[in-house]
């Protein structure tokens, strides 16, 4: 049976000594099983997406068997498996790890400016404000180029997720009109949910993407929610 705890990010901010203020939480994220947990090895489905749905209409996570990247944008759900062409979720699919919200954008900005992965993080670090909140990111593009991967279905006994990173498939476009779903976890999140940025990557058409590895970008547009309680799903 699952079990549903309901973490406050005010909370834990202070009991990890972060300074942070107490505001009313906007936005919630609704977050199956931890990564902690998938790194482990535990790739069993805990929640059907007829289920993840119901809790928001954008987000991450994967499969049953780890089988492919889950992306969610505006209220639609693909599954891209290791060939990195995207193909709808079906609603008795199940996830073992996902991170879902409904996504209400508080922040906009926008640049035509040329840069690579690494400078787009850096761009994003100035308009986050605090790195000690959680947040999630949506940004709209032309792309130069972008990598990405996607590992195939794994096969019991399951292995950890750094052996099962090795069947891992590239995939490369060139000049590609697409969306990178994500979000921004501080350090004291990174057992839970992470720590940084974690993005997946589809298309305009919803054809192509993945786990995002590097990307150049030409010109993008940038939408930021603030997150302030998670909802999470333990199995």
Do not use: W
């Not at 990564?35 to 489905?45: C, K, P, S, T, W």
């Not at 990405?148 to 060139?174: C, H, W």
């Amino acid at each position: 049976m699952n079990r549903m705890l309901k973490i406050g990010l005010i909370l834990i901010a202070i009991l990890s000594g972060c300074a942070h203020s107490f505001e009313k939480p906007q936005t919630i994220l609704f977050q199956v099983s931890t990564i902690q947990n998938l790194f482990e090895g535990d790739y069993e489905g805990k929640l059907t997406y007829a289920e993840l749905k119901r809790q928001g209409d954008f987000g991450m996570g994967t499969f049953d068997g780890l089988d492919g990247e889950m992306i969610a944008v505006d209220g639609s759900y693909f599954q891209i498996k290791s060939d990195g062409v995207a193909y709808p979720t079906s609603d008795s699919m199940s996830a073992p790890f996902a991170t879902v919200i409904h996504f209400k954008p508080e922040k906009f900005d926008s640049s035509d400016s040329p840069m690579n992965y690494g400078e787009l993080q850096k761009h994003l670090d100035g308009l986050l404000g605090s790195k000690k909140k959680v947040y999630a990111l949506k940004i709209i593009g032309d792309f130069v180029s972008v990598k990405t991967r996607s590992i195939p279905k794994q096969a019991k006994p399951y292995p950890p997720i750094m052996e099962a990173g090795r069947s891992q498939k590239i995939s490369e476009f060139k000049d590609i009109g697409g969306v990178m779903v994500g979000f921004y976890f501080p350090e004291y999140m990174k057992t839970v949910s992470g720590y940084g940025y974690h993005f997946h990557f589809i298309s305009s058409e919803r054809k192509n993407g993945g786990h995002l590895l590097d990307c150049r970008v030409n010109s993008i547009a940038i939408e930021i929610c603030n997150i302030s309680e998670v909802d999470l799903v333990l199995p």
